[in-house]
C-alpha cells in the first residue's frame, strides 16, 4: 500500500484507526461477521459492534443478512460500493481525461476532451464542463462525492499544488490545485502522471508486495514515480523522479526544458517518431506510415516482425537504460515498472533494456524490469485513489506486515 507523505497522519486517534481498520477488513473480506470482524482485528467485540453501528449508520456497510453453520445465525457485513464516489482528472497533452470511481476505487465512467496547448485556464473550464457529464454517465449523483485529484505530466510544487512547469502542456508556474478547487468546488490535490501511476501500481499492477519500487513513464515525456518505503517520495519540493531532463549527451537534441541533450529527446514519443521516419527508407511497413508515425502503428510493425520497426523500439530501450541505471544505482528498488505510449512493442522495448542496463548500474540483474499491465489507464487509476485515500484515511498491512496508517 503506497502511503503519501502526511505530517498529521499520527495525530489520529485510538477510535479513528479503529474504525478504519474495521472498514478496512470490511472490504477485503466481506460478507464477514462481527465475531470474525473481532478475531481478524484483535478488537473486543463490544468494540467492533460500536463500530459497526456508526459505519451502517453512515452507509458505508451494509447489512447483506445471516449466515448460520449451527448455533445462532450470524449477521453479515459488507462493504457498500455506492456509498462514495472519486473524481480522477488526468490533464494530458493530447486530451483531458475526467473519471469517476466507486467507494473502492474502481472506474465507473470517464470522458475525454481534446487538450488545449498553452491555456490552461480553458483546461480548467473544460474539467468543469466534464465533471457533471461523467457524473450522469455513471449514473452518481454530485451529492455523493468525496474527493477528487488531479494528475499531470511536469513538476508540481508540493504543497501549494503549483504546476512551475510542464513544457509538453506549455504551462509555467499556474496555480492549478488552487483553481480546480474553486472551480469544483472541493479540494482537488495535484500530482504529477508517474506520481499517480506508481500508486496505482502498488496497488493494482506489478508492484503489489513490493516496498520500494520505481514507476518509470515513457510516452511525451520520461519520469519516474518513486516508493520509498512504501511511500511516495517527492523530494524536497516535489521534484522528485524527472529523470527525462537527466543528461545524457553533450550536444544532443533541444528539450522542451530548454536544455539539450537530455534523457527524454533520445527516448520518448518524439525521439521513436525521428528514427523511425529515418528507418523508413529501409521498411517497407513504415515507409506506408503517414506522417508524422503513430507510435501504435510502429509498435504493430514491430509485433509484425518488421527489423527497422524493431531495431527503432530496441534502440529506445538501451537510451533509457541509462536513465533508469540513475534510479538503481541511487535508490536500489525492488523493482522497476515501465507505462507510456513505448510500451507499444514492449517486449522488443525492455530487450534493450535490459542489454544495456548492466553496462550502466551496479548489480543490475538483481533489480527485475518489467511493463505495466495498467495501460493507459495506470494515471487516472491513481489519481482516484489518491482521492479516495484523501477522503478516507485507511489502516492496512504493508509487505512487511507491520500496520501502518494511510493517509494524503
Not at 452507509?59 to 457485513?77: F, I, K, M, N, Q
Not at 509538453?168 to 490535490?189: D, H, I, T
Request: proline share 7%; aromatic share 4%.
Amino acid at each position: 500500500m503506497v502511503r503519501p507523505t502526511d505530517k498529521t497522519a499520527n495525530n489520529r486517534t485510538p477510535r479513528e484507526l479503529n474504525r478504519s481498520l474495521v472498514l478496512d477488513l470490511v472490504q477485503e473480506h466481506g460478507p464477514i461477521s462481527r465475531t470474525n470482524l473481532a478475531r481478524l482485528s484483535g478488537l473486543t467485540k463490544p468494540t467492533v459492534s460500536a463500530i459497526i453501528e456508526e459505519l451502517l449508520e453512515s452507509g458505508s456497510v451494509r447489512d447483506v443478512g445471516t449466515e448460520s453453520r449451527g448455533g445462532r445465525p450470524a449477521r453479515l457485513l459488507e462493504f457498500n460500493d455506492e456509498s462514495a464516489a472519486y473524481l480522477g482528472i488526468e490533464l494530458g497533452v493530447e486530451q483531458t481525461a475526467v473519471a469517476v470511481a466507486d467507494a473502492r476505487g474502481r472506474l465507473r465512467a470517464r470522458l475525454e476532451h481534446p487538450a488545449v496547448q498553452r491555456d490552461p485556464h480553458r483546461t480548467v473550464r473544460d474539467v468543469v464542463e466534464l465533471v457533471p457529464k461523467v457524473l450522469q454517465l455513471a449514473g452518481v449523483p454530485r451529492k455523493r462525492l468525496r474527493g477528487a485529484c488531479a494528475i499531470l505530466p511536469g513538476l508540481v510544487e508540493r504543497p501549494s499544488g503549483v504546476c512551475v512547469l510542464a513544457p509538453n502542456l506549455g504551462w509555467e508556474r499556474f496555480p492549478l490545485r488552487a483553481e480546480l478547487s474553486r472551480a469544483l468546488r472541493m479540494p482537488v490535490p495535484v500530482y504529477n502522471l508517474p506520481q499517480a501511476a506508481a500508486v496505482a501500481e502498488g496497488q493494482l499492477g506489478e508492484a503489489r508486495g513490493h516496498a520500494s519500487y520505481a514507476w518509470v513513464y515513457v510516452g511525451l515525456g520520461v519520469g519516474a514515480g518513486l516508493v520509498v518505503d512504501g511511500r511516495l517520495f517527492f523530494g524536497m519540493q516535489g521534484y522528485s523522479g524527472e529523470i527525462g531532463h537527466c543528461r545524457v549527451a553533450d550536444d544532443g537534441p533541444p528539450c522542451g526544458c530548454g536544455r539539450r541533450g537530455c534523457l527524454e529527446t533520445f527516448t520518448s514519443v518524439m525521439a521513436l517518431r525521428r528514427a523511425s521516419e529515418a528507418a523508413a527508407a529501409q521498411s517497407d511497413l513504415l515507409a506506408a506510415l503517414p506522417r508524422p508515425h503513430a507510435v501504435a502503428a510502429i509498435g504493430s510493425a514491430a509485433l509484425a516482425g518488421d527489423a527497422s520497426a524493431r531495431a527503432v523500439f530496441h534502440e529506445a530501450g538501451r537510451q533509457l537504460a541509462r536513465g533508469i541505471a540513475f534510479l538503481l544505482n541511487l535508490l536500489n528498488p525492488q523493482l522497476v515498472v515501465l507505462g507510456g505510449e513505448l510500451l507499444a512493442a514492449p517486449e522488443v522495448l525492455l530487450a534493450g533494456v535490459r542489454e544495456e542496463l548492466p553496462r550502466h548500474a551496479v548489480r543490475a540483474g538483481e533489480v527485475p524490469v518489467v511493463a505495466s499491465p495498467l495501460g493507459s489507464e495506470a494515471g487516472l487509476l491513481g489519481a482516484v485513489l489518491l482521492a479516495r485515500e484523501g477522503a478516507v484515511r485507511s489502516f492496512r498491512l504493508v509487505p512487511d506486515g507491520v500496520l501502518q496508517d494511510s493517509a494524503p
